[in-house]
């Protein structure tokens, strides 16, 4: 994919932000920063018989780490639980566009993944016959 396309991917979702807001009855919820710049992400999981159901997400954040939380709610919602934690940081890189991003970048992209996969390994810790 061509840069440009993944520049238009990073702009429109962080623009336009999908599923972002909160659940109020969430099954899983997580927050995280990203170390180096303090910007954070908190997601919401609702979670039914071991599928998500209903995923959003609030934060502050680069462009990268916006698009990156908008665009983890589309790849995950529908999915099950046991398929999202198998999920690689290259899968969510991939529908970033695929861009070549340098190390700093790279932390900004991943970080939604590591805060919903955190979200997801403790609702699993609590809940383990319902994953
Ligand atoms: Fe903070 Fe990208 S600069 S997450």
């Known amino acids: 994919m061509s840069d440009l396309i993944y520049r238009e991917i990073i702009l429109d979702h962080y623009k336009n932000p999908r599923n972002f807001g909160s659940i109020d009855d969430a099954d899983a919820t997580m927050e995280e920063s990203n170390v180096t710049c303090g910007d954070k992400v908190k997601y919401f999981v609702k979670i039914q018989d071991g599928i998500i159901t209903d995923i ?3 934060g502050r954040g680069c462009a990268i780490s916006m698009a990156s939380s908008s665009i983890l709610t589309e790849l995950v919602n529908g999915k099950s639980v046991d398929d999202v934690i ?3 940081k290259d899968d ?3 529908s970033l566009g695929n861009p070549i991003l340098g190390p700093n970048r790279i932390k900004c992209a991943v970080l939604p993944y590591k805060v919903l996969k955190s979200a997801l390994i403790h609702y699993i810790s609590e809940h383990p016959q319902k994953s």
Do not use: Y
Request: no cysteine.
């Open 56 to 58: 959003k997400f609030v």
């Open 86 to 88: 198998k999920m690689t």
């Open 92 to 94: 969510l890189i991939e």
